[in-house]
C-alpha cells in the first residue's frame, strides 16, 4: 500500500483538490449545494479556516484555505466535511447510485467521494495568484460556460466585487491560454 505524505505549512495556504467517485455529476444540484455548505460551516466551527477562493464544479471542488496559524491539519477537515456531506446527502437523495464495491463495504464507505484530494501549499503570491486563475477559470475551461462571470458557484463573483477581477476577466480559452504563454 503506498503511504500518502503531505508537505505541512503550519498556518498555510492550501489549495485543493476534491472529486466525487467516479466522477459523478452530483455537487451543484440544490440539494448537494444545500447539504455541501452546511457541511463546510459546521466543520469550519469545530476547525477553523478561512476559505480564500472556491469553485463547485459538477463532479470536483477546487477551493484554497488559508489554516490557523500553527495549525497543519487538513485531513481532518476534508474527511469531517465528506462524513457530514455524504450522511446528509444519503438521507435526502437516498441511496440510489450510491454502488459501493466491496473494500467501500468492508471500510462503511458510501460511493460518493474519491478517498484522498489533492493539495498544493502555496508558497508566495506568484503561486496564489496563478491558483486563484486556475480556480475561477475551470468551469469555462470545462466548457461548462462561454465566460466565466457566467458560472454561478464561484468565488469569481465576490472578487469582481471586491475590484480583483473585472467582470469580463478571461472572456475566452484562447485569451487565458496566450496569457499563460507569455509567462513561460
Not at 465528506?82 to 471500510?107: A, C, D, P, T
Not at 469582481?160 to 491560454?177: A, I, K, N, P
Request: proline share 5%.
Amino acid at each position: 500500500m503506498p503511504e500518502y505524505r503531505r508537505i505541512k505549512q503550519p498556518g498555510g495556504t492550501i489549495f485543493f483538490t476534491v472529486v466525487t467517485f467516479g466522477r459523478r455529476p452530483i455537487l451543484t444540484s440544490p440539494e448537494s449545494r444545500s447539504i455541501l455548505r452546511k457541511a463546510w460551516q459546521n466543520v469550519q466551527v469545530k476547525h477553523p479556516f478561512q476559505t480564500l477562493a472556491v469553485c463547485l464544479l459538477p463532479d470536483h471542488l477546487h477551493t484554497i484555505w488559508q489554516l490557523p496559524e500553527g495549525d497543519t491539519n487538513t485531513a481532518v477537515r476534508w474527511n469531517e466535511i465528506k462524513r457530514h456531506f455524504s450522511h446528509e446527502y444519503l438521507k435526502v437523495v437516498g441511496e440510489g447510485n450510491n454502488v459501493r464495491n466491496e473494500s467501500r463495504i468492508k471500510r462503511r464507505e458510501a460511493a460518493i467521494w474519491q478517498r484522498r484530494y489533492w493539495a498544493h501549499v502555496l508558497f508566495d503570491q506568484e503561486d496564489l495568484n496563478n491558483h486563484f486563475d486556475y480556480i475561477h477559470i475551470n468551469p469555462q475551461k470545462h466548457g461548462l460556460v462561454k465566460q466565466v462571470m457566467d458560472w454561478p458557484w464561484s468565488s469569481f463573483h465576490r472578487y469582481v466585487q471586491m475590484g480583483v477581477y473585472s467582470q469580463d476577466w478571461c472572456r475566452s480559452m484562447e485569451e487565458f491560454l496566450v496569457d499563460a504563454s507569455m509567462g513561460e
